[in-house]
């Protein structure tokens, strides 16, 4: 017997994805940090505390092919990037304000 007749979550076309990947402004600092935060929420199936909290010593920076999430109940887990998201996530390393702040974002 179900529940309910209607799917609880829809999720988004690929056009709908890429329209919000795309939305961020490029040419702007804050632009290009929340296009790297909309990449690796997507990519990684991060949970908003868990991007948040990331770290810099957590992300594979010499390959940037990786990155180690310390997620719920304080379990690890370590997933591949995508090539967008590495380009990402580098282009906002090239422009991140420099601080004694560990955290990525």
């Given at each position: 017997?179900?529940?309910?007749?209607?799917?609880?979550?829809?999720?988004?076309t690929?056009?709908?994805?890429?329209?919000?990947?795309?939305?961020?402004?490029?040419?702007?600092?804050s632009?290009?940090?929340?296009r790297?935060?909309?990449?690796?929420?997507?990519?990684?199936?991060?949970?908003?505390?868990?991007?948040?909290?990331?770290?810099?010593?957590?992300?594979?920076?010499?390959?940037?092919?990786?990155?180690?999430?310390?997620?719920?109940?304080?379990?690890?887990r370590?997933?591949?990037l995508?090539k967008?998201?590495?380009?990402?996530?580098?282009?906002w390393?090239?422009?991140?304000p420099?601080?004694?702040?560990?955290?990525?974002?």
């Amino acid at each position: 017997m179900k529940k309910t007749d209607q799917a609880l979550v829809s999720y988004l076309t690929r056009d709908e994805l890429q329209a919000l990947l795309d939305a961020p402004d490029a040419s702007t600092v804050s632009g290009i940090r929340d296009r790297a935060m909309l990449h690796l929420a997507f990519a990684a199936g991060m949970r908003v505390s868990e991007l948040v909290s990331l770290r810099l010593d957590q992300i594979d920076r010499q390959t940037m092919s990786s990155v180690h999430i310390m997620g719920k109940g304080r379990r690890e887990r370590v997933l591949p990037l995508w090539k967008q998201t590495a380009a990402a996530v580098k282009a906002w390393l090239k422009v991140r304000p420099v601080s004694g702040a560990p955290e990525l974002f």
